[in-house]
């Protein structure tokens, strides 16, 4: 959820990278621009979705990897910006960010005028913006910042962090008896083998916070440890993965296998769904992962 005005109001001109004497970051680098793409191209699903309504949702991509020496010695764009708390392992690292108050339909056509390069300063508790334009990042730049810090703490080589409302998802956080330990996760699986196959670490539960709040980042900080997708009670999910489109994937199979348990409901049945022994043989079979593989 973000909370922050829309950007359509009138606003001073800002600087930007053309206005120094620069293109876009994205020229002569296609590895960087590829992912940049793969952010655009999955902000436009999350809209045809109807998961990104407003400027509802974020995307926060750790993009160090295609870091040259010319984009370390970029200029700011920006005056030096708190990050609100100190990340010790995000040192020197480039992440893309959605801007605050931009809308995810608007970032898949323009990804460079509704979001923003940023580099993590040596104190680790700082950023500056350094490409395309002046765009503040979104409110929740802590909370997915603090997840890119205990994935690379932790070894993983996951470089994306997502934040969406997937309506069926949401739906059924709104059941209390769902969000016992365990009880969704099981149910989703059990609706069709490729939700176990695809999102086989299944689904963190977090009771509801206020949006925004350091309670909800640190309760999703801690589910993040064990899922790769955690449901915010009543609000939406956030999803970690090697890339963006893995992310919105893991999500996309978990939402399909609620959209089956509803159409079942809907018809006036319960359905059945996989047995347990049909469920371990999924797992066994196609030896899935009973923790994060990377």
């Not at 932790?154 to 330990?181: C, D, F, Q, W």
């Not at 159409?263 to 022994?277: E, H, L, Q, V, Y």
Request: glycine letters at 8%; a neutral charge.
């Amino acid at each position: 959820m973000n909370k922050e005005n829309s950007s359509s109001k009138v606003t001073t001109p800002r600087p930007t990278r053309e206005g120094q004497g620069g293109g876009s970051i994205l020229e002569n680098r296609p590895a960087l621009k590829a992912e940049i793409d793969r952010v655009a191209e999955v902000a436009g699903y999350l809209w045809q979705k109807g998961w990104a309504e407003r400027n509802g949702g974020n995307i926060t991509v750790n993009i160090t990897q295609h870091v040259d020496d010319e984009i370390r010695h970029m200029p700011p764009i920006s005056d030096v910006l708190p990050i609100g708390t100190t990340l010790p392992h995000l040192r020197g690292c480039y992440f893309y960010c959605k801007g605050t108050g931009r809308r995810m339909r608007d970032l898949a056509r323009w990804p460079m005028q509704n979001g923003s390069v940023i580099r993590i300063l040596d104190d680790c508790a700082s950023y500056v913006i350094i490409a395309d334009e002046v765009v503040m990042p979104t409110s929740e730049l802590p909370s997915h910042l603090a997840m890119h810090n205990y994935l690379i703490e932790s070894g993983s080589r996951y470089k994306a962090s997502l934040h969406t409302h997937p309506i069926e998802l949401v739906a059924m956080s709104h059941n209390k008896g769902m969000l016992r330990p365990g009880v969704m996760t099981r149910l989703l699986w059990s609706m069709i083998p490729e939700t176990l196959a695809f999102a086989p670490l299944g689904l963190g539960i977090v009771p509801y916070e206020l949006p925004g709040s350091v309670r909800l980042a640190e309760a999703t900080l801690r589910q993040i440890r064990d899922y790769d997708v955690v449901m915010w009670e009543k609000h939406g999910v956030c999803a970690v993965g090697q890339d963006i489109m893995d992310a919105f994937d893991q999500v996309d199979v978990l939402n399909k296998a609620a959209n089956i348990y509803m159409c079942a409901k809907s018809m006036g049945f319960t359905p059945d769904g996989m047995t347990d022994d049909a469920m371990r043989e999924v797992q066994d079979v196609f030896k899935l992962p009973k923790k994060r593989p990377c």
